[in-house]
């Protein structure tokens, strides 16, 4: 080709010679990677299939080596293997010469060494082929350097440059090389000669880095943010910068920051039209920008002081100061994207500047928030001069910084508070009070003046609501609520700043802009969140700060005001469920009553106690509305409007008893719950009984759901109970006890209904949501966090046996087990039917039905004896078994029951937690290998005499594979789980189970392990 198109530029052989000479040269970069671990230098060298491209790949046109196909654990273990095998090859053919030592893969000195010499061979490659393409003559000993016939340093270096060929070459170039001149620099090598050629091709390399973050090309300027990212991870392992080289680095990649973000700046007139969908392809380059200068401002290890990444931090925020001050009117929207970037390392710096205070760390954290303070000082002018479409995108950065710089505020006030006296401190806290009165004020007017939504959501096509913001369906995002949000909620001692700097009317202020944005929500029609205002999250978020800063506000000197203002923005939700209480039902009240519940859980949760404690009557016509509405239950499947607005009011009494729960469980809330709950089982058993092919206008998707709230809800606010219980530290045993005797009481009144739920013989419903498997997940689940309080705490089981906490464990055990009973496995002769009697088990109720029952077998021989009892009083056994003490016969059936679930019962992932639950038994026996084994070769011969669930009368509870079983199969079964005892090798009982219990059940029909179900509220 060369040949032939020599000084021919245009023709197609010298562009196909081109190309091929840089698909050459992009090789031997990417074969000198600095990702390349010592096993892809080995095995390339070796010729064995690594899997991954270790020599660049680049030839087939890929854009980047992200497209290399990922390779999982047993392929890699497999090359391993291989590689092994070639090196021992290798070690026989060189021992003579080599001698021992070179034995194995990966840490013996011979592959050491062959790794080491390998990769030099390519890092000094990689030079040579750089020097090449930049005309930079190395100090070979040749006179200069070779002709360039194919244009390869003209299409690099030229200013021009644009194409995605060569850019990509560079970059790899500059990903592999620049690190090595870095260190070669460091340790001062000159077996090259004059060191100066690799400052000339460090320049040169970093100087068209520069020009592609400049290029029009989004696609192109992507590829040097991997560059810059590593060059900064190797720049940064030295404690100071002091080499010229270092400084260029510093200098170039704050210059190459700049470019980025200028060239992904919003275009003029991009906000002009906000109810327009956004450009999502900027909106992602720009959160990747963000990454990037996030990135190469990271402290990657303890140097706050000289490190290359402060001196990076301290350039670029002095070049975004100095473009913020030069501006005569809106500061440019580059310069606020930069700086609202920073937080991360601003916050760890200043994090670590509260406990070692430096010159430096002063100078940075002090010019970043007077950049701040000018930023908001400018928006906050001419928020009335200027239109929307360009206050916009500068306020909402400016706002995101305020936010995302709240742990800042927060340790550069706890600094000041603990540096009384010094001067250093007082300029810089000045500086911080400054900054946060403005950002505050700034906060305030943004939130009045800019409504969250310009028009209807978009979200079913674009995850973009108002030009340049990013959310997902259902997520509030008003940068102004986020920023009053992180200033009143980081820390104590910010909060008491933000009071103490703002004045004595910041609470008016708030309060002001609460009731305007509640009255544009008033306003809009039902449902509707845009045009006007923001949508009732936001509005929230702020009802949410002003509970937070007045109640700070009443343990100081504005005790009066606070109280005031509290009143009266509680009373305003009470007075409309009030009202509503007395209406007739409809969609209006229904929502109306939602939506003030829902204001209620925005309140502190001190407030809403102190609400359940003084004045629960006031609750009292919401709760007995949303209990009352569950007699209106009918089994058809269309749900009329009213019906979905009624599934949401169920969210919002969710909502207001967990802020309650967060706090402390009430009587009158423990009330309320036992209601609710009663009232949604007692539905349930209707539903169930009614039959399966039934619909239903409540147990759907739309009402008591996925997409409001599931089934079983108001039995996990018992369980969140439990488990603020078990992690509280400040608060007096005597305290959890009468908490938890509390909830115990609201389960026992629940027991006895949900036995009848539960153990329905029904089957899984298709015609409605079946709302059996999410209320057992949500019972096993808060059964499960009691256990664990009790784990925690011994002298909680002793002190509540009056209130009859073994016997709520035991019932819920034998619930569990019993379960295992209903379920028809099949004979020899015949397979498991399609329709089984009873709710599914394939789901995330029997991963917290497993745990729950090996947490209670751990309470011994009590709750064994009495879930054993409680099975057989609904499967009576043929024989007595009058020699088998009580508790010994309960694991008996429990283990019978776990025999059956492995035969086919339950899917075959939770077989997976069934040796838990026989080594839960196991530790129950007091470890006694003899007695357990004893047991579990009784479990084995239990017969029932009457037929219950999927176990007809006379058959085993074990199951198909134990009706009979050999005499030489059982004792190998036993033998095998007798070593698993002595050995404490649990995990080996899951393959011995298998065995016995007929293998794996391919092709069963079950469903992949599932995850737990989710119980939230914010999409209500």
Known sequence: YLHISRHHEMSIHYQKARKSAFQYVTTIFEGASPSLTSGDILAALLGVAAGRGVSGGNSKGKKNSSNKKKIGNRSKKRHEARLGRVLSTQDEEHKESMGDNFNRFEGDSGSVEIEAAELLARKNSACYAASFVFGISMPDGQPSTPEDDWGLRLAATSDTTSSHEICSTITACATSVLPYLLSMERDGNDLLGNHNWRIDLFTSIMNVVQRICQCPDRNIRALAYEPLMILHKHLNAVVSVSLIMENIAVDAICNCVFSLAKSCGYPDGYFNLLSDNNDEELEIERNDVRDVVRSISSFENENFEHSPSIMILKSIIHACNMAICESNNLPPETAVHILSALAKPLNTLAAHYKQHPSSNANTVLKQSLQSLYKVCERINSVYDTLPVSQTLPVSRLALMGVASFAPMFSSLTEWSISQPGNSEKSHLAETVEQTLRVALQSSIIYVAKIPELMAESTLDSTRYDIKGTMRGPGGEDHVGCIALIRLSFESDNLAYTVIKVYGETLLDDLFQLYERLKESERERPIGCVHGKGVTPMSRRLVLNVISRLALIGIEGNQSTKSRAILNELMQSPLNDIATLGEASNSDEKFF?????????????????????????????????????????????????????????????????????????????????????????????????????????????????????????????????????????????????????????????????????????????????????????????????????????????????????????????????????????????????????????????????????????????????????????????????????????????????????????????????????????????????????????????????????????????????????????????????????????????????????????????????????????????
């Not at 309140?603 to 709760?623: K, Q």
């Not at 075959?908 to 838990?916: D, I, K, L, R």
């Open 592 to 1020: 109306r009553m939602c939506e003030a519940a829902i204001d209620l859980s925005f309140f502190s949760p001190e407030l809403i106690v102190d609400l359940f404690l003084n004045n629960a009557d006031s609750l009292g016509p919401m709760i007995n509305c949303l209990v009352s509405g569950y007699s209106d239950l009918s089994f058809t499947s269309d749900s009329e409007s009213y019906c979905i607005q009624w599934g949401r009011l169920r969210g919002g009494v969710m909502a207001v008893l967990r802020t309650c729960v967060k706090n402390r469980m009430t009587d009158c809330a423990a009330e309320a719950i036992s209601a609710l709950i009663n009232a949604e089982y007692e539905a349930a058993i209707k539903q169930c009984t009614h039959g399966h092919q039934h619909g239903s206008n409540f147990f759907n998707d739309h009402v008591i759901g996925e997409i409001t709230l599931h089934a079983g809800a108001y039995t996990m606010i018992v369980g969140e109970c439990f488990s603020r219980i078990s992690s509280q530290t400040s608060v007096s045993l005597e305290s959890k006890i009468h908490e938890c005797r509390i909830c115990i009481g609201i389960l026992r009144r629940s027991s006895t209904i949900l036995i009848q739920l539960l153990l329905n013989e029904s089957p899984e419903a298709h015609s409605h949501l079946d709302p059996r498997p999410t209320i057992a997940e949500s019972w096993f689940l808060t059964m499960n966090n009691l256990m664990n309080v009790c784990k925690k705490y011994e002298s909680v089981v002793a002190s509540l046996l009056d209130d009859g906490i073994l016997d709520l464990v035991s019932d819920s055990l034998s619930i569990a087990i019993s379960l295992l009973f209903l379920k028809d496995i099949g004979d020899r002769k015949s397979p498991p039917p399609i329709i089984q009697k009873g709710m599914s088990l394939d789901g995330p109720q029997t991963l917290a039905l497993m745990d729950f029952a090996s947490e209670a077998a751990l309470l011994g021989a009590p709750v064994l004896s009495s879930a054993g009892r409680s099975i057989s009083s609904n499967l009576p056994l043929l024989h007595t078994h009058s020699d088998v003490p009580v508790e010994a016969l309960g694991a008996a059936i429990i283990s019978a029951g776990l025999l059956r679930a492995a035969s086919g019962a339950l899917p075959p992932w939770a077989v997976e937690g069934t040796p838990v639950l026989f080594r839960s038994l196991y530790t129950a026996f007091g470890k006694n290998c003899d007695d357990f084994i004893r047991m579990l070769n009784i479990s084995t011969e239990l017969r029932i005499s009457v037929h219950f669930g999927g176990v007809a009368s006379g058959q085993k509870l074990a199951g198909r594979y134990f009706e009979k079983m050999h005499a030489t199969t059982m004792e190998s079964f036993l033998s095998k789980t007798r070593e698993v005892c002595l050995k404490g090798e649990w995990m080996r009982l899951k393959v011995i189970l298998k065995s016995a219990c007929g293998g794996k059940k391919k092709l069963a029909g079950f469903n992949l392990k599932p995850q737990y179900t989710t119980w939230e509220c914010e999409r209500i």
